[in-house]
């Protein structure tokens, strides 16, 4: 990381200044002055008008062909797929085959002092990734520790080569990343041994010279712990959920920039996909029939269930599998139970259980059956959603780990445009390849967000401020949106007297974010040029505590010029914050209301 710059001085009780947002300056430079964007003035009477097109939304739906030994096939064009969007036919206007080849590592580009950003990773064509999540937070300890030592060797062993992973684990305090991308999966796995034999939570951030960039969000969130969430170790079921759909979200966040489709393997132990517990007892939905692994399924495929149980959760599911999708991250759910059996328990079962320990010993076997059909509806459903694959049932953990690897090398991307009528909500899909003999694997659902994006439903929740808290307790930085920071110690000394009695004389600290090109989303569907950007900082100290915050809009219609230069030369946002001698963890979150992307960037900064 860079080193953090010092700052100037600043009596205690001085207010900063309001930031100045601009376009930054675009390759072709327009006649007369520049001009910011909260003024939406034209530069120059003799520049050239600029007109965006209405932007239409397309449909992507990354998918995976296969023939009857297993073999992915090339060279499929358009008129080999059929789309259905919610039981209509819809054509194929785009497709893409993408072969990520090995990488070996990755290129991380070389930022100044005081300098930090989202995007020092730079690709220059698909990888083939791989994030493992290694979820405690729905597993017991005896599973753990096998699933583990599988994990290990596999890491250490049987990883194609080229291939880069990142190690996640999840537990009782949130999502913590143990390892980012890396090439060294051998160097990985022997790292993972050496923690798990030792007890430590954390693994080496050096494997062949790699360096971590995981210290300063780790400081943010928690001062290297797990990250704080919802659950505070109550034994709940919903909280629990939800913390597992929030560590998928925070996962979909931090590699959205990655191009190339990515499988996430959920190493667990699953949960039930309702909260209650129950299952329906109208026998699922009319048309319903039975799934892969011989438990009830929906009409909507997915599990038959009691719906007062799901409904106020429904809407946390379909939101993550479409971050997920959004991401380009298929979900391969691995269970770390193994083949699972419903023996009867010992004798001391009975003994645990005192009362009438006949009938509870009655119940026992269809209790645990339907808990086992219960994970699996949930770790099918999961994998369904997002074009994964669910692997249950089965000693071999690693064949699940090998099938989530290979997925990575090769894909197609199929694309259509959604209808303008089309009702927001989920919408059910369904992909065929139009070839005899050959199977075809894709997401089955998608998420249709109304209109204007840019504002909450009535009496909703508000999607931007529940993205911006997301990005803000992450451990990771979030990718969607590329951003950089710059401290800037520009001297400054307000105009306020001096402070006296004693106090200590706060500093004001300049910085700058600047978005590149494109990277901003210029909405055109009234015929204006309309932004809507959130821009929130803020300043914790290494105990945790807040120092600082605010929280700054850009939203509104530009004339055209403007708009020309923000989105070809793209977005600087230049302000200040007003900070004690110290130590400081800086979170700056960008969010783009328009398309509901988010980027983030932790910066250390040291107030002398």
């Known amino acids: 990381g860079s080193t953090p710059a010092a700052a100037s001085p600043l009596p205690p009780d001085a207010d900063q200044p309001g930031p100045a947002i601009r376009p930054a300056e675009t390759a072709v430079k327009p006649a007369g002055p520049k001009a910011g964007v909260a003024s939406s003035t034209v530069p120059g009477s003799g520049a050239t008008a600029y007109k965006l097109q209405v932007r239409t939304r397309l449909v992507l739906v990354p998918a995976l062909v296969y023939d009857s030994k297993g073999n992915f096939v090339s060279g499929l064009k358009a008129q080999d797929f059929t789309i259905k969007d919610n039981g209509k036919v819809q054509p194929v206007k785009f497709i893409e085959e993408i072969v990520a080849p090995p990488a070996e590592d990755l290129a991380k580009t070389q930022l100044p002092p005081g300098t930090y950003s989202n995007s020092v990773l730079t690709p220059k064509a698909p990888l083939r990734v791989v994030i493992i999540l290694f979820d405690m937070l729905n597993s017991h300890f005896k599973d753990q520790v096998p699933a583990r030592v599988q994990l290990t060797k596999y890491l250490r062993t049987q990883v194609a080569p080229g291939t880069m992973v990142a190690l996640l684990g999840l537990g009782r305090g949130g999502l913590r990343m143990y390892h980012d991308l890396t090439s060294d999966t051998q160097g990985l796995g022997t790292e993972l041994e050496m923690a798990m034999n030792s007890g430590r939570h954390s693994i080496s951030t050096n494997l062949q010279g790699e360096m971590s960039e995981t210290e300063a969000n780790e400081a943010f969130v928690g001062h290297g712990e797990f990250a704080p969430t919802g659950s505070h170790g109550r034994d709940d079921r919903k909280f629990i959920i939800l913390d597992t759909l929030a560590a998928f979200k925070n996962i979909a966040g931090a590699y959205a920039s990655l191009p190339g489709r990515k499988s996430l393997i959920w190493v667990t132990g699953g949960f039930p996909f309702e909260i209650d517990g129950s299952k329906s007892t109208s026998g699922g939905a009319p048309g319903s029939g039975k799934g892969s692994h011989g438990s009830n399924s929906g009409s909507d495929g997915m599990p038959a269930l009691d719906k007062d149980s799901l409904l106020d959760i429904l809407d946390d599911y379909r939101s993550t599998w479409q971050a997920l999708s959004d991401a380009n991250i298929a979900l391969y759910p691995v269970d770390m139970h193994g083949l699972m059996t419903t023996s009867m328990p010992d004798a001391s079962y009975q003994m645990k259980r005192g009362g009438n320990s006949q009938v509870a010993l009655g119940k026992f076997e269809n209790q645990k059956q339907n808990r086992n059909e219960d994970n699996i509806d949930t770790m099918t459903t999961f994998a369904n959603e997002t074009g994964g694959k669910a692997f249950y049932n089965n000693n071999d953990l ?17 694309g259509y445009y959604l209808d303008e009528d089309a009702t927001p909500g989920w919408h059910k899909l369904h992909v065929d390849v139009d070839r005899g003999g050959m199977h075809i694997r894709a997401r089955t659902g998608f998420l249709v967000k109304k209109a204007d994006s840019a504002h909450p439903d009535s009496g909703g929740k508000d999607p931007g401020a529940v993205d911006v808290d997301l990005a803000m307790e992450s ?46 989303t210029l909405d055109d569907t009234d015929g204006q040029h309309r932004v809507s950007l959130n821009f929130v900082t803020l300043a914790r100290t290494p105990q945790g505590d807040e120092a600082v915050d605010f929280v700054k809009k850009l939203e509104g219609a530009l004339k055209p010029e403007v708009a020309r230069q923000l989105d070809l030369g793209g977005v600087k946002f230049d302000s200040t914050v007003v900070l004690a001698p110290g130590y400081y963890n800086v979170r700056f979150v960008v969010r783009d209301n328009f398309s509901g992307k988010v980027g983030s960037v932790t910066a250390p900064l040291v107030v002398k």
Do not use: C, E
Not at 399 to 405: D, I, L, P, Y
Not at 485 to 510: E, F
């Open 398 to 414: 690693v064949s699940g780990f090998r099938q989530a690897v290979d997925d990575t090398r090769s894909s197609y991307v199929l």
């Open 475 to 520: 451990p990771m930085n979030f990718t969607a949106i590329p951003m950089t920071v710059r401290w800037i110690d520009n001297g400054q000394v307000p105009t306020a007297p001096a402070a006296t009695g004693g106090l200590i004389a706060k500093r004001k600290v300049a910085f700058q974010i600047t978005l590149p090109p494109h990277a901003a």
